[in-house]
């Protein structure tokens, strides 16, 4: 990580240092397992332990830390089964999310949303089609469509209690070689499931999307 932190307009420190490092552990650069130094942390970020430590329970919040007494804090790593199960609940969550965007976002959200896939096409092209990362919030293909469901419980699932997580894992996947057309292609499939109002196609779409990612995390642990 980088050696000082970026000052943003209106945030205190703690919102600080839960920004970067929930940024190094979503991206990799705090990979999972690593067990976070308190000392170490707090000399880096310029911040007294009690910052710190209020940023490590913000991020225990967003299931990217795991704290175990007597051990400390380290970035989470699930393991396969752990990882089956989370990626089971993402397909069916975010499959109902995109039927109920079929019947719910608005015009202008779609026609938004198709603007930002073509940004995402520009990005990839720049990137020579190595990766797919999006920034979070409405930047984000899955955030967009989770919103335009329209359905409180379901965005609190999706963009709450389990977006972070989810982003760690779609961070990883988003580099794997020949994924990043794929991905794409897959998302503009799904919108136009959303613009024809064709809920039951677009969650199906949607489901596959996710399942395809299930299935390239089940193939590498495999060969491990």
Not at 133 to 151: I, M
Not at 196 to 212: C, F, K, T
Request: hydrophobic fraction near 45%; charge should be negative; aromatic fraction near 4%.
């Amino acid at each position: 990580m980088s050696e000082a932190l970026l000052i943003e307009s209106g945030l205190t420190r703690t919102e600080q240092v839960t920004a970067a490092l929930q940024r190094a552990i979503v991206t990799g650069e705090l990979a999972p397992g690593t067990k976070l130094n308190e000392p170490d942390l707090a000399r880096q970020f310029g911040v007294s332990r009690g910052p710190l430590r209020e940023a490590i329970s913000r991020l225990e919040a967003r299931r990217l830390i795991r704290v175990t007494a007597n051990v400390g804090a380290r970035v989470i790593a699930l393991d396969t089964a752990e990882l089956i199960a989370l990626f089971e609940t993402r397909e069916a969550l975010e499959g109902q999310a995109a039927r109920l965007a079929a019947q719910r976002m608005t015009d202008v959200a779609i026609a938004e949303l198709d603007l930002l896939l073509d940004r995402h096409a520009t990005k990839i092209a720049a990137d020579g089609g190595r990766a797919y990362y999006q920034d979070e919030g409405d930047v984000d293909f899955h955030h967009c469509v989770a919103t335009g469901a329209a359905n409180p419980w379901l965005k609190a699932l999706l963009l709450d209690d389990l977006y972070q997580l989810l982003r760690m894992y779609r961070f990883r996947l988003s580099v794997a070689e020949g994924r990043a057309e794929q991905a794409l292609s897959e998302h503009r499939q799904i919108l136009a499931a959303i613009c024809n109002r064709d809920g039951e196609l677009a969650e199906m779409l949607m489901r596959r999307h996710v399942a395809s990612g299930r299935r390239r995390f089940e193939q590498a642990e495999a060969v491990l």
